[in-house]
């Protein structure tokens, strides 16, 4: 795969989630916009990643919902160490990777950071950001490389799907959670 990302790329939620993302890219940030309703609840989230080569540095974070605006402002050293909301958050450290719950974009990030061997299972452990309440917690996940443009990928709880992606490491299918159509 490509580092080369286009301008712009977008998903359509599928099963549990209606609704879209819209990311734009650029020199190091990933820009987007979600906008969905799930279980009965819509929320609207904007988020702004600041990338150092592909290891995450700087997350903003928007959040609308029914209740309310909020936001977080997630930083690293991009050695491992975070804060949220310029706290401190021993929690996360060691983790390079962000994955936004409202974002098959974020899915990208590890892909991209890993050179990883056909077959071989890599651990890529997360700082999570959940939508409905901006509760930042570690993730754990995998991905292991099936071929030059799908990956399985398993998080906890549990879940499992292969991502196919395409030649500039965006994902192009999600099972059960995006489908990109631009």
Known sequence: MSTALPPFAAWRF???VDGF?????GPGTLRGHTSAVEDGRAYAV???????GWVTREVRVRADTVDGTRTTVLVSDGRGTWTVDGVHA???DGLVDVDLEASACTNTLPVH???TPVGEL????AVYVQVSNLVVRRLDQTYRRLDEHRVA???EGGFEAVLTYDDAGLVVDYPGIAARFA
């Open 46 to 52: 904007a988020y702004e990643i600041t990338l150092d």
């Open 122 to 125: 890599v651990a890529a452990p």
């Open 14 to 16: 599928v099963d549990a």
């Open 153 to 155: 990928y398993t998080s």
């Open 113 to 115: 950071r890993m050179a």
């Open 90 to 92: 021993p929690a996360l």
């Open 21 to 25: 993302e819209v990311v734009f890219a």
